[in-house]
């Protein structure tokens, strides 16, 4: 998130010669600290600091509301489009100025490729690079069961990465041999999760130990469908949503994507009216066109909203962001999109 500034510093000697110029400074919203000698002793705010200062008298905040918001995007179902909607959404709400982790959880890594983690290099070998490397996966997670924790994330546009490489299959052995082991990335998730306001998890098709790690490590499940195939699991999602509840108490389904979609066709209207009658279990975000400029972000290794800002896209996936803002009851300062 942006960083502060510095507020102005006035001493008290001053404060009555200054005092004009110290109240045109808050009218503009700055903040001014009143200091005898070096030691802060009183500050002048603007009206909104002040405001936002009684609302939290009246409502405390607790430890558990600065923790990020945990998000795993899963379907069952292979292509439905789950890697794209993490990467996009996470560099997306990176963009709004929010602080933002990736962990991927798939050993096959198509969330780190899609971010060039797995580009060659000039002069490195592959194991060279860091993409490559198993410190930066969530592996040390199921590695340490005293005090499950999570090595140094790697960055890109702002944002910390967890990557995959094939170091990560090891994760599928460990859980799979040792149950116990299930809620180990929650725990070690637990410990990053004041440093960020979203922590987004992108996950592999097919239900394995670790994917059931991976959600149980989240307390929100968003999934994507981009047809009739995204449909056939979703009891087994309920399911896994029920199976990682001992983790996770508050974990739910929050929200499900229509995603590349071809809004003229019938088959996407049918697929609509299928979305519309699981609205009790979650909501149907805006949704997210069938675009080949998705695919040239990827390969471009950037993001929508830098690679084609104006996109009709790059505002869908806007829409579904800010869906997902309103769900998660998270104010917001961005620019509305425009409707």
């Not at 962990?103 to 490195?124: E, W, Y």
């Not at 001992?246 to 049918?270: E, H, Q």
């Not at 830098?306 to 620019?335: M, N, Q």
């Amino acid at each position: 998130m942006p960083t502060p500034k510095t507020p102005h510093a006035v001493k008290t000697r001053d404060l009555r010669a200054a005092l004009a110029d110290v109240l045109q400074r808050v009218e503009r919203g700055e903040r001014v600290l009143i200091e005898r000698y070096t030691d802060p002793v009183a500050a002048l705010v603007p009206l909104a600091d002040y405001q936002a200062l009684l609302r939290l008298d009246a409502h405390p905040i607790t430890k558990e509301q600065y923790m990020a918001h945990r998000i795993v995007v899963s379907n069952i179902s292979g292509g439905e489009g789950k890697t794209s909607i993490t990467r996009e959404l996470a560099l997306t709400l990176a963009d709004q100025g929010f602080k933002v982790a990736l962990i991927d959880s798939d050993p096959q890594g198509s969330l780190t490729k899609n971010l060039g983690f797995h580009d060659p290099v000039d002069g490195l070998e592959r194991a060279e690079l860091p993409g490559y490397q198993r410190e930066h996966t969530i592996l040390s997670a199921f590695e340490n069961d005293d005090q499950p924790r999570l090595g140094p994330p790697l960055q890109i546009f702002g944002v910390d990465v967890w990557v995959s490489n094939d170091a990560l299959y090891e994760a599928d052995q460990k859980i799979g041999a040792d149950l116990t082991k299930m809620g180990n990335l929650r725990e070690a998730v637990d410990d990053i999760a004041p440093l960020y306001d979203f922590i987004l998890i992108d996950t592999k098709p097919g239900i394995t130990p670790l994917l059931n790690a991976a959600v149980s490590a989240a307390d929100h499940l968003i999934v994507p469908i981009s047809g009739d195939k995204g449909f056939e699991n979703l009891d087994k999602i309920v399911k896994l949503v029920k199976g990682a509840r001992p983790y996770a108490p508050g974990l739910g389904i929050r929200m499900f994507i229509p995603n590349r979609v071809r809004s003229t066709t019938n088959v996407y209207k049918d697929m609509l009216a299928m979305m519309q009658e699981y609205a009790a279990v979650a909501p149907v975000s805006s949704p997210i066109r069938d675009s080949v400029l998705m695919m040239d972000a990827q390969r471009a290794r950037k993001p929508l909203v830098k690679h084609k800002p104006t996109a009709d896209i790059t505002d869908d996936v806007r829409r579904v962001a800010r869906d997902l803002l309103r769900e998660l009851g998270v104010a917001t300062t961005a620019e509305p999109v425009t409707p």
